[in-house]
């Protein structure tokens, strides 16, 4: 439990450090409601050799907030996969899971998510997915389709976003590229 507890500490410290609360919003709400339920209820912890977090989704009441928290979860263990590993090492275990893999995360574009009136929907192909709601394109402003738009290409969740400048920050500085190497004569 001290592992599991320590992990989760560091994946929703990790949120925070990344202002986070600025896009958290309602499913800050949401979080505590179900880390405490589901303690209560033996599914968040350890069972066995495995630690798990249950996101439930409140028979369908809160689809959106359960499945952008497994998104969120994912993207930051793959960014603070390292600091997990050695986490798990100070407490004598090892982490046997594939690592997960950041740059195919924020490529992915099967679950992505956008901010609108203040809530966080699910982008599909046919409009937006909330907890216990949903908008067909065709109600979408223009200005709101073109982000629906975006976010079929791209999730726009502030994590997401976050990492991506922060690969991209770490790409360009890195040098590479198109260049010329310039030498006195």
């Known amino acids: 439990m001290a592992l599991h507890d320590a992990i989760w500490g560091m994946a929703s410290d990790s949120l925070y450090s990344l202002r986070a609360d600025a ?27 495995t630690l798990f977090w249950w996101f439930p989704d409140y028979a369908g009441c809160c689809a959106a907030s359960a499945s952008l928290w497994v998104h969120w979860m994912n993207r930051v263990f793959a960014a603070r996969w390292a600091s997990l590993t050695l986490l798990a090492e100070r407490h004598r ?16 574009t099967r679950f992505t998510y956008l901010r609108l009136w203040g809530n966080w929907w699910r982008v599909g192909e046919e409009g937006l997915f909330g907890d216990d709601a949903f908008i067909p394109v065709e109600e979408l402003t223009p200005a709101q389709r ?40």
Do not use: F, M
């Not at 709400?29 to 339920?37: K, L, R």
């Not at 690592?99 to 195919?104: K, M, P, R, T, Y």
């Not at 991506?164 to 004569?185: C, F, H, L, T």
């Open 23 to 49: 896009w958290i919003g309602d499913s800050g709400d949401y979080i505590g409601e179900a880390e405490c339920e589901e303690r209560a209820n033996g599914n968040w912890g350890p069972h066995g050799d």
């Open 93 to 108: 275990l090892e982490i046997v899971s594939e690592v997960l893999d950041l740059a195919a995360l924020l490529s992915e």
């Open 146 to 185: 073109v982000k629906h738009a975006e976010a079929l290409k791209q999730c726009l969740c502030g994590l997401c976003r976050t990492l991506r400048r922060k690969r991209d920050r770490r790409a360009s500085s890195q040098g590479g590229g198109v260049g010329s190497v310039i030498r006195p004569n």
